[in-house]
């Protein structure tokens, strides 16, 4: 089945310092990727849908400049969270669509295991 | 904005009890999909419901999308153990490729 990888899984830093998260499909091509934000015991919130070749889209109240998103590539997209704040400290999952799949009734996302990102 | 309400938070069951979670949308809804993400771990997707009506089964899950495509249910049958976790519904309106998510439904199975 189709896999989406995440790097790091766990990630500390310290205030200020900015973190890169990567997520890769690893046997599909992906033209689309969306990243998510996800607090204990609560629901996805959609931060922004990443684009391979162009800009991504990001959803209300989410800093573009502080979450900068780069598809560059039809199987990796990165999320980099710029000058981190403990308020940052999150559950940070990804996903992928199919190229494949975007043209046919499945409309699947595949779920990255996600990033853990604690700021001190 | 366009937002997934699901009810109920939380559910515990004994072991052989039936579970049902609800999705709800003020708008019509394009397709809606289910996912399951077991604590600690991530999202996994379920089923995909894109007609009016539509009622899918998987063994001992049965998926419902209303009729006017605003609501949906997931209803499993004789709870096990394995169940535990959250169920998240997701839903996509017409015009965009980008799915919501419901609040979740955290069910607990007591042995």
């Known amino acids: 089945g189709a896999v989406v990888s995440q790097h790091p899984s766990r990630v500390i830093c310290k205030s200020g310092t900015s973190v890169k998260i990567e997520c890769r499909s690893l046997?599909?091509?992906?033209?689309?990727m969306f990243w998510y934000r996800q607090f204990p015991k609560q629901s996805l919130m959609l931060m922004a849908t990443?684009?391979?070749?162009?800009?991504?889209?990001?959803e209300q109240g989410v800093e573009k400049d502080k979450f900068l998103i780069n598809h560059a590539s039809l199987t990796l997209s990165t999320l980099t969270v710029t000058s981190a704040h403990p308020e940052d400290s999150s559950f940070y999952i990804c996903?992928?669509?199919?190229?494949?799949?975007?043209?046919?009734?499945?409309?699947?996302?595949?779920f990255g295991p996600g990033t853990r990102l604690t700021v001190l | 904005g366009q937002q997934v309400m699901q009810i109920p938070q939380y559910q515990h069951v004994q072991e052989g009890e039936d579970f049902t979670t609800y999705c709800n949308s003020s708008?019509?809804?394009?397709?809606i999909q289910w996912y399951k993400q077991r604590p600690g771990g991530h999202p996994v997707f379920l089923i995909q419901?894109?007609?009016?009506?539509e009622v899918k089964k998987q063994k001992r899950l049965t998926f419902q999308f209303g009729e006017a495509k605003k609501n949906s249910s997931l209803h499993i049958t004789a709870t096990q153990t394995t169940d535990v976790g959250t169920y998240f519904c997701?839903?996509?309106?017409?015009?965009?490729?980008?799915?919501?998510f419901g609040t979740g439904t955290r069910l607990k199975v007591l042995a």
């Open positions: 996903s992928a669509r199919d190229q494949v799949e975007e043209y046919r009734y499945t409309d699947t996302q595949y």
């Open positions: 046997d599909f091509q992906a033209t689309t």
């Open positions: 990443s684009n391979e070749g162009s800009k991504a889209t990001y």
């Open positions: 708008t019509t809804l394009s397709n």
């Open positions: 419901l894109v007609k009016s009506g």
């Open positions: 997701a839903g996509r309106w017409s015009g965009t490729y980008k799915y919501i």
